[in-house]
T-cell receptor
Framework: GDSVTQMEGPVTLSEEAFLTINCTYT??????LFWYVQYPGEGLQLLLK?????DKGSNKGFEATYRKETTSFHLEKGSVQVSDSAVYFC???????????FGGGTRVLVKP | KAGVTQTPRYLIKTRGQQVTLSCSPI?????VSWYQQTPGQGLQFLFE???????NKGNFPGRFSGRQFSNSRSEMNVSTLELGDSALYLC????????????????FGEGSRLTVL
């Protein structure tokens, strides 16, 4: 079945540091890939998405590129802020409706 | 536009009881999904409803059930509660196209936190 593996946290960074969160997936066919973020005390929200190979999703300074050859969708941000402290989830959908398969989540803590 | 609303936000039950959780999707969204979030298992898909029909189901026992009403509101029910059912239950709605095709973009509520004692 489909699966998503992402690096375990927590990841602790200083403000303005570079952030990378690795995500790899296993899926049949051509899944769509997503990054969701859960800020403290809030619900999950979509951060960015990519629907086909070589697509780059971007939002709020975050970027991720759909790499079919390496089955990866790594999340990057060049300069993090304290407000980026959150839990980040990599996810995919296959052919089966809106069923999202999530990775385990990576907690990111940005210190001033 | 109002977001996804889940009620109740918090509840405490004892083993063997049953619980019903409610979800009001974003206006116009016809797809509603439910997820269970726990520290050990992470986010796991329970089921998805579209136009009052269950379209997908995850790997949960039959004690977990759901339904969707004609106004797209959804409920999920867990019967004969077990300690392991303690979790944050998340509802998400999606703006599926009129054809039923999926965008894959889910809008989540803040969840109902269930504690089973």
């Amino acid at each position: 079945g489909d699966s998503v593996t992402q690096m375990e946290g927590p990841v602790t960074l200083s403000e303005e540091a570079f952030l990378t969160i690795n995500c790899t997936y296993t899926a049949t066919g051509y899944p769509s890939l997503f990054w969701y973020v859960q800020y403290p005390g809030e619900g999950l929200q979509l951060l960015l998405k990519a629907t086909k190979a070589d697509d780059k999703g971007s939002n709020k300074g975050f970027e991720a590129t759909y790499r079919k050859e390496t089955t990866s969708f790594h999340l990057e941000k060049g300069s993090v802020q304290v407000s980026d402290s959150a839990v980040y989830f990599c996810a995919l959908t296959g052919a089966a409706g809106n069923k999202l398969t999530f990775g385990g989540g990576t907690r990111v803590l940005v210190k001033p | 536009k109002a977001g996804v609303t889940q009620t109740p936000r918090y509840l405490i039950k004892t083993r063997g009881q049953q619980v019903t959780l409610s979800c009001s999707p974003i206006s116009g969204h016809r797809s509603v999904s439910w997820y269970q979030q726990t520290p050990g298992q992470g986010l796991q898909f329970l089921f998805e409803y579209f136009s009052e029909t269950q379209r997908n189901k995850g790997n949960f026992p039959g004690r977990f059930s759901g339904r969707q009403f004609s106004n797209s509101r959804s409920e999920m029910n867990v019967s004969t509660l077990e300690l392991g059912d303690s979790a944050l239950y998340l509802c998400a709605s999606s703006p599926s196209l009129t054809s039923g095709a999926n965008t894959g973009e889910l809008f989540f509520g803040e969840g109902s936190r269930l504690t089973v004692l």
